[in-house]
């Protein structure tokens, strides 16, 4: 009857720190999603100088600060107009 106590005590003691540890990883997940999806949502756009179009920085063809172009085409296109 003794033996069979101890065991429900470490079974408990055991679940209990799986729901913990368990816990902590889930929390620690939710805490690399979070930083992420703001700053993609607050990526800069801008406005292809050719045909208006709005555009991710990253994919834009810069060529100055102030002239940028959503591909490759339309900046060749923009110089030779
Ligand atoms: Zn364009």
Redesign the pocket.
């Known amino acids: 009857m003794r033996l069979l106590l101890w065991g429900v005590i470490i079974f408990a003691i055991v679940m209990l720190v799986l729901h913990v540890k368990k816990a902590a990883i889930q929390r620690r997940d939710r805490g690399q999603e979070n930083p992420q999806s703001p700053v993609e949502a607050a990526e800069t756009m801008i406005r292809?100088a050719?045909?208006g179009?709005h555009i991710p920085a990253s994919e834009a063809v810069l060529v100055q600060s102030d002239l940028a172009?959503?591909?490759e085409e339309?900046r060749l296109k923009h110089f030779s107009d």
């Open positions: 292809c050719q045909c179009m172009f959503c591909s339309h």
